[in-house]
């Protein structure tokens, strides 16, 4: 089997946009709403190299930026992927993936165990419940809904209440606690967290699935990490953390320690 690589491709933004409306993928209402960019991303990258070769994947651009470089995980190499292509996608698709500027980089194939590392990772942290819960303003969350981590967190230890502020959108101390729980999870058996992981960017973000348009937490987290177990973080990095994995989440980008 091909080694796990890192790879880089370049999206044409506007293209993008212009390919969704075309085939009306990532919009939360015909023809108009949101625009949900990972679910856009999803088809095209499946229609353009194969069913799951790009994933997980994150798109990173600068404001206003009219082009965009998403990165990802994957067993193929660059030639391989350029083959699949040009063999499979169609001249619209080539509009928006920019094929002349695909670049790999191979991942290490071992882990040494006690290796520390830093982090960033945009991840949706939401838990899916096993039972009811109430929520706020006499709502109640059903068993099988995917609420934000930190709202579970807050009813769990205060039922029927909110922490100060809103606890849909508010950014505090508390929250980037939760998330670093949260994440601790995800990363058992393969790394441990360093204490202090950061919360650089949180928002909300109404998905666009089958069956509905899910909202919920659209969160950055950055810190170090110490590897534990070497073959359950090459499988992390393979696979992704966390949910909504397929759709521009879940991807652990690696950085020195300490930055």
């Given amino acids: 089997m091909t080694d796990l690589h890192m790879i880089r491709l370049s999206i044409d933004l506007p293209e993008l946009s212009r390919w969704a409306a075309d085939r009306?993928?990532?919009?939360?209402?015909?023809?108009?709403?949101d625009f949900d960019e990972g679910?856009?991303?999803?088809?095209?990258?499946?229609?353009?190299?194969?069913?799951?070769?790009?994933?997980?994947f994150r798109l990173i651009a600068?404001?206003?930026?009219?082009?965009?470089?998403?990165?990802?995980?994957?067993?193929?190499t660059a030639?391989?992927?350029?083959?699949?292509a040009q063999a499979i996608a169609l001249p619209e698709h080539l509009k928006v993936c920019l094929l002349g500027d695909l670049a790999e980089k191979p991942m290490p194939a071992e882990w040494r165990v006690g290796r520390r590392m830093g982090f960033e990772t945009r991840v949706r942290p939401v838990r899916r419940l096993l039972r009811p819960l109430a929520g706020p303003d006499?709502?109640?969350?059903?068993?099988?809904d995917e609420v934000d981590a930190f709202l579970v967190d807050t009813l769990r230890h205060t039922p029927g209440s909110t922490p100060e502020g809103d606890a849909q959108t508010a950014t505090t101390p508390e929250r980037e606690a939760v998330y670093g729980t949260w994440l601790g999870e995800r990363l058992a058996g393969a790394a441990?967290?360093?204490?202090?992981?950061?919360?650089?960017?949180?928002?909300r973000h109404r998905a666009v699935r089958k069956g509905g348009t899910p909202e919920g937490p659209d969160?950055?987290?950055?810190?170090?990490?110490?590897?534990?177990?070497?073959?359950?973080?090459?499988?992390?990095?393979?696979?992704?953390?966390?949910?909504?994995?397929?759709y521009?989440?879940?991807?652990m980008m690696l950085r020195p320690a300490g930055r």
């Avoid at 009306?24 to 709403?33: D, E, M, S, V, Y």
């Avoid at 679910?39 to 997980?56: M, V």
């Avoid at 930026?65 to 990165?71: E, I, K, N, P, V």
Wanted: charged share 20%; glycine share 14%; net charge positive.
């Fill in 24 to 33: 009306n993928l990532g919009w939360t209402a015909p023809r108009g709403g």
């Fill in 39 to 56: 679910r856009a991303l999803h088809h095209l990258l499946t229609e353009t190299f194969g069913q799951a070769r790009l994933q997980p």
């Fill in 62 to 76: 600068t404001p206003q930026a009219r082009r965009g470089h998403l990165y990802a995980y994957c067993r193929a």
């Fill in 79 to 84: 030639a391989e992927l350029t083959d699949e």
């Fill in 138 to 144: 006499g709502h109640t969350f059903e068993k099988g």
């Fill in 192 to 203: 441990d967290l360093s204490p202090g992981i950061r919360l650089t960017r949180f928002s």
């Fill in 219 to 246: 969160a950055v987290l950055q810190g170090d990490l110490t590897i534990t177990g070497p073959e359950a973080f090459q499988r992390l990095l393979e696979k992704g953390v966390g949910r909504h994995r397929a």
């Fill in 248 to 251: 521009g989440f879940g991807m």
